[in-house]
């Protein structure tokens, strides 16, 4: 077989095991997976690198339209690209408009045209006043919808804004009716909002202070109680974001009753801890907080046991002037994440603390990509697109500023060392990124996905 691609000699990480072989693409596609191909347009030689399948992110912010100055399409799927992200889910909020119908739709899909690097769907939004523009859009190819429990929203016009327990009941309801699923942000609204203004008439600034004001009892009772409300509608569940064990532990026991139900951490979650926070400063503000290093040990005890069904970015960006005051409760809640979750994951998961590249692939891509019917998407196998990324294990640098390419050049991540770099990354078989090289000479190739071929 003439193939244009030949990926030769990497640690290929296939659904059950790592092996030294070779991958060979035509038509964008993977078609065959053997030691010592032949007969390519063009061969990148992977001795000595992973080779892992892109990073699928259901969890993606970008703020275009509306809010541009703090993220675009083109800066952010380049930051996806450098970072081994290959397709993603986009939330519906951070823009003005929100995604909360078939017009504000139509208005993400044109902005995102020609603008983006690697794959994407988008993501509609459960608000208060939307229930009747849920099927629209599910027959306007959306199946996956976004809901907050949590306090959210600037009041602003076209912004997105929380739902009350009765709002997602009903929300959930037609959701179900057209086979999609809730995705929602869990914390309890009144008792968290609560413990903010105490804080704040305390005087209290720092992030530590933040977290304090949203313990982890707030995350889990949202979660217990959103579960219950989705069981009663019939409606597909996941959890966003969980920040510790005892939220993920709360949704295994859903799956296991027999509920359909699913759940994601961040990398973040992993790599910092509150403890760490006050010297970073407002950067690493996010909702749910990064909990102390107890949890985060037990966050990694569990992803060694292959028990954390995905890691996301959550990628929130937002302009500088939003996290540089000294009150933490007055920056922006969100970490720009995207372009550090495969290589600083795989350096401290599989470098640093010998869990199976295996493992990580299955949270990092495979996982999501099943769940939210990202067609053909996150696994080296024949059939499957050529979503790739190249991995040298005896490369390290420091995560510096001006090594992001986010609009807004700045990240919780900054002065880290990371003992791995991404080389390459591919998109359905196009080279997109390079270390050597980074974007030049391309141009932006990302297509929506068709979610036809799953049903799960």
Known sequence: MKYDLIISGGYVVLADRVET??????????????PNLEGADKVVCAKGQYVMPGMV???MHISEPGRTEWEGYFTGTQAMAAGGITSF?????????????????KIKLDAAKDQCWVDYTPMGGLVPW??????????NGVYAYKAFVATCGSGKPGDFKNVTDFELYQGCKEIAKHDGILVVH?????ITDGLGREAKEAGLTKVSDYVATR??????????????????????????????????????????????????????YFLLATEDLDAIGPKAKCSP????????????????????????????????????GPNAFKAWGGI????????????????????????????????????????GKGEIAPGFDADLVLIDPNQSYTITADKLYYKNKFSAYEGRKVDCRITHTFVRGNEVYSLEHGFEGKKPIGRRIDHARYNI
């Open 89 to 105: 889910v986009e939330m519906p909020l951070n823009t003005i408009p929100a995604t909360t119908d078939v017009e504000t739709l």
């Open 130 to 139: 939307n229930l009747a523009d849920i099927g629209p859009m599910a027959e």
């Open 289 to 324: 907080p990064i909990r102390d290093r107890v949890h985060q040990k037990q966050n990694w005890d569990r992803l060694a046991r292959g028990e954390v069904q995905m890691l996301v970015s959550d990628h929130s960006p937002c302009t500088p002037d939003l996290k540089s």
């Open 57 to 59: 992110d259901p969890h």
């Open 215 to 268: 313990p982890i009892f707030t995350e889990l009772e949202a979660a217990h109680r959103v579960l219950m409300i989705a069981k009663e509608a019939g409606c597909r569940i996941h959890i966003a974001h969980c920040s510790c064990v005892e939220v993920m532990e709360e949704v295994q026991k859903a799956i296991d009753a027999g509920q359909n139900a699913s759940f994601e951490s961040c990398p973040h």
């Open 186 to 190: 869990c914390e309890n609204a009144t």
């Open 336 to 375: 720009s994440a995207a372009q550090n979750c495969v290589d600083a994951m795989f350096d401290e998961a599989v470098l640093k603390r010998h869990i199976s590249p295996v493992i990580l692939a299955k949270a990092l891509s495979t996982n999501a990509a099943r769940r939210f019917r990202m067609t």
């Open 21 to 34: 072989t070779d991958i060979g693409i035509k038509d964008g596609r993977i078609v065959t997976i053997a």
